[in-house]
């Protein structure tokens, strides 16, 4: 086996405890061979971008080849690339040259479904029921007198039964879409097939993997019914993180991840996985961050919270908590690609924007991992207004909520759509980006001291060379102040720094906090300290 650049940029094996990761949603990010589809070449071109923005690592979304019915979330093979997004070489050529500045790359792993364009899921179509090939997915005989009912009440993630029935009458499991199968994770031969993917990126020189529903693998023994759902009018999916579905977080689930850890932990250079789980409660999620399992769990608690001082305390707190239990460190996220945009569910408009940029000082002074997701460095708004016929989500599709107005393109420049994402005179982007991007392009906000793009790239750079932010050990004090405001302060080699985020309803005079490091907005004097307006964010440090 040819071991493609493995070097990692720096030999700090515990890099990822205190990283901000970039998540970069590939058919969205930069176009570069003009088919108005991002991909990999795309992404090489804008590494510099990354690399002055101030993060350590990409995140990169699924690139395999595949059908493309849920944005690749559809694997057909685990081991190479999707023509749309480019080769094997040139993601060797991604990881080389990210290695060459300090980026490390991290790539998407979906293990609990394949596509139906799967080699496997066609075998199994193709075979017998009863089948070795079937039992590599979860086939099974209806309910009813002749079979017509599913084999048991489980909803599929994106709407509908979880099963579909096939001509032979046998039914399969898909708990996304039915053009995304479920795997038999009981079965030796699937476990074997991905610790040899894992083996095959790893090899290739990647850093980590990012685990796709990484709760779902195991599916309770004899699929015992929910009892809950269409039948009485909610959605099992309500139930998500709430309570334990037979579908999702059995305790056999944490098997899989016992035996890849030692995989892992075999290369070099601080190879890690991070786990997109829901579980009921924070000790259950922290079972999958074990130190004999995954790195990292994101914490879907911050994603979800609302703008309010006593929803953000509640869930940093309790990440914390739980993260000091297993000396784990904590992720926060604040968007990604499956939620509206945090602009838009702050306010939207000029207060969402103003919202976000004071949520982003606030993350970023948080000990732990912070994930930021392409165009939140802009302050890019959701898309609410897309045409529903250039809708692609499964989702959509099957419920009508769709994701794909946080999937839009990225504006790099210029004053027309789509604003440098593919190079002139391409095909237009898969999707359309709005007017008012023109303001929000990278090129308008490069050296703009108020711009987002700025905020984000001195904040980045205080968090890496502040010694209060750029170590995980630093943990936080919250000082004393009135309701509305959160004011926490970190300290480390003599310096200490404060965070202070105003989400209540008036300005807040801050004397105490030492000098003035950076702000989401201007902030005017005031007396010896400043005034820190409504939904406004702010560092300070004393030495
Ligand atoms: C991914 C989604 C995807 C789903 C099914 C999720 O966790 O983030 O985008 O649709 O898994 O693979």
Redesign the pocket.
Known sequence: MTVHNPSPPTSDDGWWRSAAIYQVYLRSFADANGDGIGDLAGLRERLPYLRDLGVDALWLTPFYPSPMI??G?DVADYRDIDPMFGTLTEFDDVIVAAHAIGLRIIVDL?PN?TSNAHPWFQAALAAAPGSLERARYHFAAGRGAAGELPPNDWESIFGGPAWTRLPDGQWYLHL?DSA?PDLNWRNPEVRAEFEDVLRFWLDRGVDGFRI??AHGMIKAEGLPDVGFGQQTGQRQVELLGKSRLPYFDQDEVHDIYRAWRPILDSYPGGRMAVA?AWAETPQRLARYISPDELHQAFSFDFLDAHWSADSFRKVIDSALAESAVINAPTTWVLSN??KQRHVTRYGDGPAGLRRARAAALLMLALPGCAYVYQGEELGLPEVLDLPDDLRQDPQYLRTGQSRDGCRVPIPWSGKLAPYGFSPAGSTPSWLPAPDTWRELSVAAQTGVPDSTLELYRTALRIRRTHPALSTAAAQIVWEETRPGILAFTRAAGGTTLTCVVNIGDAPLVSTEYGELLVASTALTREGSGYLIPVDAAAWFERC
Do not use: M
């Open positions: 849920d944005g979330y979906v479904h996304f995304q796709d529903v997109e690609h499956d």
